[in-house]
């Protein structure tokens, strides 16, 4: 029997595949659109993060989602990192945020701001994992709450800026908070800035300015005064540190594999932060449709739960300075102070730990630290605050008396 010549370079073999071609994704699968599989361009680096996710979507390459990992896990391990502050854990979160990013890349817009989505993706998974570990090590927590107040900054401004930093970003709005992300944790110019929000470079830069300006409002709310030269430049230079050498090969590895190789602990690290921005989609879908059924009604509604403001109007006729003053149990001391429109929980020395602001005539709330807290306050007769109740995250820590003359 007489042997095929071999292929010449450009031409196909008997089996209809070009020799030369390289061959990309021929055993991956995956649940994105099954179309003809090509090579991916040599010129990989050049793709942008869409059209690279599109690959891996269309083809399954393993080397186009093994460079979006390479090009990003530096920013998603470090916005873990400062959530949990450890090394191995921020590791374990930043593999889970790649499985989750992996298993949705098929449904992301083409318009995508990616390092927006990972951030909020990434922030959403590091609260899961928190409040895992808390309950996990409640007993400890409950030790250390009282007498942990916000450690006092040596010298580095960062120290100050990092416990609350992801928090405040999350509150900005979309547009803001990926206009921050572009800007100063991918240090992108503002041309660059304006071309990935579609936006002219005046607008990109007015944009920038406002989200500044109001998270160094928010700093300043609770405590943290800093111009706003200072913050972008501690942002820049801190927000984003570099991750293991080896964390995005295997981030890559397990997000690949939808997370079969994951660990148990990282699976319901998963299920637990897709269940979160479930929530949060439909929170959204929620709030969009009461809008629209507001305006067509021609109906006011009064919404009496969000902010500090809204509850502080509320309780215009109260006097905040009532409540000031020492409070005591066996071993701990608590002196609330007046904060603007909330009452501050400071140390003996007078540093400022978290800030409640009030839902009632008895009861204040403190959302700081990625838990819950709650003052619940006791009058006498005479209208006077003689004991305050500290809750956090909904089991009593004790009862203060108060220990001053007022």
Not at 72 to 84: E, K, Q
Request: glycine share 6%; hydrophobic share 45%.
């Amino acid at each position: 029997m007489r042997q095929a010549p071999p292929a010449q370079p450009g031409q196909l073999s008997s089996g209809g595949v070009n020799e030369n071609e390289p061959r990309y994704g021929l055993t991956q699968k995956n649940k994105c659109l099954n179309l003809p599989r090509a090579a991916i361009n040599n010129q990989m680096p050049d793709a942008s993060e869409m059209d690279l996710l599109h690959d891996y979507c269309r083809l399954g390459s393993e080397e186009a989602f093994t460079a979006v990992v390479q090009k990003h896990v530096n920013l998603v391990y470090s916005v873990a990192l400062r959530h949990v502050g450890v090394a191995a854990q921020a590791e374990e979160i930043t593999q889970a945020v790649f499985v989750i990013l992996a298993r949705k890349a098929a449904g992301l817009r083409p318009d995508t701001i990616l390092e927006a989505w990972l951030y909020e993706t990434t922030r959403l998974t590091s609260l899961s994992f928190s409040r895992s570990e808390r309950r996990r090590q409640l007993r400890e927590q409950e030790a250390y709450m009282l007498s942990k107040l916000q450690e006092p900054s040596s010298d580095a401004l960062w120290n100050q800026l990092a416990p609350l930093l992801d928090e405040e970003i999350s509150r900005l709005g979309k547009k803001d908070r990926d206009a921050v992300m572009l800007r100063f944790f991918m240090e992108k110019s503002i041309p660059e800035v304006a071309a990935a929000l579609k936006v002219t470079e005046a607008a990109a830069q007015r944009r920038v300015l406002r989200a500044v300006e109001k998270l160094r409002a928010s700093f300043a709310r609770r405590g943290v005064v800093v111009s706003a030269a200072a913050l972008t430049g501690a942002i820049s230079a801190k927000a984003v540190q570099a991750a293991p050498a080896t964390l995005a090969k295997t981030a890559a590895a397990a997000a690949i594999g939808k997370g079969i190789t994951a660990t148990g602990p990282t699976l319901t690290l998963i299920k637990a932060t897709l269940k979160v921005m479930a929530w949060t989609k439909a929170k959204t879908a929620v709030a969009v449709g009461t809008m629209v059924l507001l305006v067509v009604s021609s109906t006011v509604v009064v919404i009496n739960k969000l902010s500090p403001n809204a509850a502080a109007r509320k309780m215009a006729a109260v006097s905040l300075n009532s409540y000031e003053g020492r409070f005591e149990m066996p071993g701990h001391t608590l002196v609330l102070q007046r904060r603007g429109a909330g009452l501050a929980a400071v140390d003996v020395d007078g540093r400022a730990g978290f800030i409640a602001y009030p839902a009632s005539d008895t009861k204040f709330i403190s959302h700081e630290q990625n838990s819950l807290t709650e003052l619940t306050f006791l009058r006498d007769a005479s209208g006077r605050v003689t004991e305050v109740t500290l809750i956090r995250d909904g089991r009593k820590l004790g009862d203060l008396k108060r220990s001053d003359t007022q």
